[in-house]
């Protein structure tokens, strides 16, 4: 089982980055999928979340308007196009996708089953 994250790079403010995670070795397409982001000195902190069926998707108010998740075709991919960089936004990015027992309560919770590696986002002014 394994969640790749990938797109990744070095920005600058202003500039869009589309981050793709691909799910290998199972079917997630019965699991909740996220974002969660983790910035130098930092705590990890949610990013967003879609449910398993994408009827719902959640979003950090610091990326709200910014960044849209999307689930692919096969249910196995899901991407975070991220748009209007800041500085703030710089961080490594980690995909998770998990059976939550509540997703309208636990979205936003490191609960998740299975994290990525995380690609590295910066952002520079």
């Known amino acids: 089982v394994e969640l790749a994250e990938s797109g990744g790079g070095s920005v600058q403010v202003g500039d869009s980055l589309r981050l793709t995670c691909a799910a290998s070795?199972?079917?997630?397409?019965?699991?909740?999928m996220a974002w969660f982001r983790r910035a130098p000195g930092k705590e990890r902190e949610f990013v967003a979340a879609t449910s398993w069926n994408g009827g719902t998707t959640y979003y950090a108010d610091v990326v709200k308007g910014r960044f849209t998740m999307s689930r692919g075709d096969a249910r196995n991919t899901v991407f975070l196009q991220m748009n209007d960089l800041t500085p703030d936004d710089t961080a490594v990015y980690y995909c998770?996708?998990?059976?939550?027992?509540?997703?309208?309560?636990?979205?936003?919770?490191?609960?998740?089953?299975?994290w990525g590696q995380g690609t590295q986002v910066t952002v520079s002014s």
């Open positions: 070795g199972r079917s997630f397409s019965a699991y909740d």
């Open positions: 998770a996708a998990g059976r939550l027992f509540s997703f309208d309560v636990d979205y936003g919770m490191p609960r998740y089953d299975y």
